[in-house]
């Protein structure tokens, strides 16, 4: 299966594509990465981090042609900031099985989901990427919310917001914390011990891994 990591600019999604990635690994399962981002900074820290999975550069506007994701494992793709690469993330989103949407809990975050100033909804790419599918239905969607604060209001508050808008959100929050924000380019161990590892038992309850 193949799992679109999408975000607005702040999001988060290379570190948790990286994190989520080990989690999955760690519990047994075959993880391959894709780096749909022209900065390719998810296919460096592959190398500098010494991950024991391939990452593989993909930043194309044919990735629905041009990359062939293997059967029988889980392929981790790391799109562009999809607000200014809609084109990458419109062609991932044509063989994506599963979409998570990372965002922090501010309102910079909010407003660049649901209302960008000039730039097209991501909510709306996704909607928009039907007609093109096999199966004419959008992918399965999921908001995960990242750099959250413990004991903070501001968590339950853009839950309730994002779902008021519409938006599956996931039980399962990313903190805020200096292991993660640090971690880009460096190994990462246990992965599976903390919050990511919740999150792939998450994903597994709600049938959204196949």
């Not at 062609?91 to 979409?99: E, G, I, K, N």
């Not at 938006?167 to 292991?179: M, Q």
Request: with cysteine; proline share 7%.
């Amino acid at each position: 299966m193949l799992i679109a990591n999408v975000s607005p600019r702040t999001g988060g999604k290379t570190t948790n594509s990286g994190w989520l990635a080990h989690a999955l690994q760690e519990v047994g399962e075959d993880v391959v990465g894709f780096d749909a981002d022209h900065s390719q900074q998810f296919h460096s820290w592959s190398i500098t981090g010494e991950f024991t999975f391939p990452v593989e550069p993909a930043a194309t506007a044919k990735f629905h042609t041009d990359i062939s994701p293997p059967s029988g494992k889980i392929s981790i793709v790391d799109c562009g900031h999809t607000e200014n690469h809609p084109d990458i993330t419109n062609s991932v989103l044509r063989v994506a099985d599963l979409v998570i949407l990372h965002m922090s809990p501010t309102k910079a975050d909010f407003d660049r989901i649901i209302d960008p100033p000039d730039k097209t909804k991501i909510g709306d790419i996704i909607a928009m990427s039907a007609a093109l599918r096999e199966d004419r239905t959008p992918p399965p969607t999921w908001t995960l919310l990242n750099r959250t604060i413990s004991g903070a209001s501001s968590t339950g508050l853009y839950r309730d917001m994002m779902e008021d808008e519409g938006w599956n959100v996931l039980t399962t929050v990313i903190p805020r914390s200096e292991a993660f924000g640090q971690s880009v380019s460096y190994p990462v161990t246990g992965a599976s011990k903390g919050p990511f590892g919740q999150l792939v038992t998450e994903l597994k309850q709600r049938g959204l891994l196949k």
